[in-house]
């Protein structure tokens, strides 16, 4: 009898392997799916030929790649930005080619629907298998997801290694040991390759080696440690080399976080952009390279100052959480209008938003046991509002968010079944409400840059109709925002399209002055004498034709 229970345990766990096996394929095939056919769909999208698209993050990354695949893989002084992706492209450059638009694409979704399989897994883990295929394919049909994951930018490969990340630090701390500490640390470094600020995650070791000890005792978690340590440094190697040849210091990776930094803290800039006006570089200067000095900077210019610097951070913080895709090189509102599918996928930010804290507060008792879950959504979150708040730069969060999105519908879904109808419904109400109040507001959410990368984009490929058509819509977008809600960033968008559509300056000056009345704030006020002086620049002879529509 015993030998029977013990083939049936055997059989029954067989059972579950396939099953999860499956519904992991399926989530898979689905997100790959779904990608695959936006890059069959991509080629009318302005942001499909790179070569439109100079002068953007895109292009840069682009143009450095052909740099390394060429035969300059060292390049001079310290990198601009992060260095892993431009060598990311550069290696598949070197395989197919630097004309191939596709081939890059192709690797990035492919990288995507993974992160759709360690989202399921993770979730799995966490509620069951509901939860896990649920987390899955909200990852697998998340618009800006699928749109950020094709594009010439290091988002889809950040998504994939902090997803990792987190996927290896929670089965470490389950069963520590040297080789898992091996593969977290190699992770981590690449990831900061990548991109430096997640390195927060670092504060969040201490305690979750001190949970995996009580799951292996001392000996091994002291082992797991020092290989973490010895992954991470092993994957500096190739960057410290890369400097000895460059004649810069071996541990400098990138120079533009402390001016990010100082810029994303000024009061003059906005929650979603950065400029280095001179005030803010002479600022950023006095880090002299250092993040952390920058960090001291910040805080010795708001010295006597503590609420506006409050201020500063809350405003930060609800543009993370709200439900506008704040763009930045490449616009997901835009993408929208070019191509079908983007269009049609229906998860975006605020349903992820509402779902995940529902399930971050139902799945609250697994704090220790999914510790790296709960320390990577706040240290990351935390650390995007620190510097400024972008769409592709909040990305990275959203699986770990989709995990606990899961989990909440599995417990949804269970009170249902156990007729604990109430609490579902108290459950869905909370996730319903948190989701309506992210949801983005507002009658156009291209903002004004944008229409004019768009008519730009039109002209260079022979096209001045549809770029005029956009440029009559931007300009009649921003009246109807005026008549509908005459604020100062109405009035100060009015008067940047009559600009840009190469209208009377004295209509501009007209709305600048109705948006001073209106009391902006300082970044507001930063961008309205930045516009008056373009304009007396254009009264005195300084013709700025690449920032108009006059080419039209």
Known sequence: MSDANTIAAGAGRDGNRLRAAGLGAIVFLAALTVRLAYLAAMEPSP??????????????????????SSGDPVGRG????SPLYPYFLALI????????????????????????????????DLKGELAGFVAGMLIALHGPMVFYEAAFLRTGVLVFLNTLLVFLMVRAQRRPGPVKGIACGLVFGLAVLAKPNIAVMAAAAPYWLWLARKNAGTRKTALMGSAVMAGFFLTMVPLGIRNREAGVPMSSMTV???????????PDMPPDQWQPTPEIVDLANRARGSLLRSVGVVLDYYRGRPLQLAAKEWTKTRAFLSGYEAPNSIDYYVEKRYVPIIRLLPVTWPVVLGLSIVGLWLCRRKFREQFPLFAYIALYSLGAIAFYVLARFRLPVVPALCVFAGAAVAEVAGMTRSGRWKSAAAAAAVAALIAMAAWPHGDDPIP?????????????????ERAREWADEGLARARARVAKKGDAWARYRLARMIYLSGGPLDEVKAELTAAKKEGPPPWLKSFIRGMEARCDKRRSGEDFKPGGFRML
């Not at 942001?47 to 390394?68: P, S």
């Not at 944008?450 to 001045?464: A, C, I, S, W």
């Open 47 to 68: 942001y499909y030929n790179i070569i439109f698209l100079k002068g953007t993050d895109c292009y840069t990354f682009y143009a450095w790649a052909l740099e390394i």
């Open 78 to 81: 310290i990198f601009n930005q």
């Open 93 to 124: 450059f070197k395989s197919v080619g630097g004309g191939n638009l596709l081939a890059p694409r192709f690797f990035q979704v492919v990288l995507g629907a993974m992160v759709s399989v360690l989202a399921f897994v993770m979730g799995r």
């Open 256 to 266: 533009r976080g402390p001016l990010e930094f100082v810029a994303g803290n000024h």
């Open 448 to 464: 004004p840059s944008d229409y004019q990368n768009l008519v730009r984009f039109h002209m260079l490929k022979g096209e001045p």
